[in-house]
Structure formats: C-alpha cells, structure tokens
C-alpha cells in the first residue's frame, strides 16, 4: 500500500541548500514518531501487517512517500451465475476517519 503526503514540519535542508542528504529513509517501525495519515480499508474483514515491510521518505519540503506490505481481506459481492465464464472486479474501498469526500 503506497501513500503520499506533504508535511511542512518535516522540511529540512536538501543537498541544494547546504544539507547533507535528498532524502531520509525510514523503515519499520521509527515511523511512529512522524504524523501519518488517518486512512483505513472500508470493506476490510481482516489485515496482516506483522512481519510485512515498510519504507517511508522524507524529502527535503516536507513531502513523505510511505510503502508498506499488507495482506488484506475485503468483502465483496460476486455473481457467479456464468462461472468458469466470468470475470469479476474486487474494490477496496480506501477512506479517511477526518476527510470527507468532497
């Protein structure tokens, strides 16, 4: 699971300006210090995350790029009415606790 966002409290001097690095990486769990995103899985039934890896960037403006391995579960409605000939599409429903859709 991949996300992106941008923290201006987290902007630090880049290589361009006199600092030493581009990017600092951070993985396992040295994330819990930094503000992530309160996003969830809607339709999730059940998630792994032990074990699994993770990556977060901090680049020099503040932007953060997270990757992390999760196995997941979800709910979802098939009609199998035409099965072996049938295709099917799974939707995993990403939202946030504190944003609305518009």
């Known amino acids: 699971f991949r996300s992106w966002w941008k ?6 001097n880049g290589t361009e300006d006199g600092g ?3 990017a ?4 396992g769990n040295a994330i819990q210090g930094v503000w992530t995103p309160d996003i969830y899985v ?14 977060t960037q901090i680049y020099p ?7 992390e391995q ?6 979802s409605k098939f009609d199998l009415k035409k099965l072996p000939y049938d295709e099917h599409i799974a939707q995993v429903v990403v939202a946030s606790y504190s944003q609305d859709i518009t």
């Open 61 to 67: 403006d503040g932007s953060v790029w997270r990757s």
């Open 7 to 12: 923290d201006p409290r987290l902007a630090y």
């Open 20 to 22: 030493c690095v581009d």
């Open 24 to 27: 600092i990486s951070i993985s």
């Open 42 to 55: 809607d339709n999730l039934v059940l998630q792994t995350v032990a074990g699994m890896a993770s990556l």
């Open 70 to 75: 999760v196995l997941l579960t979800v709910k």
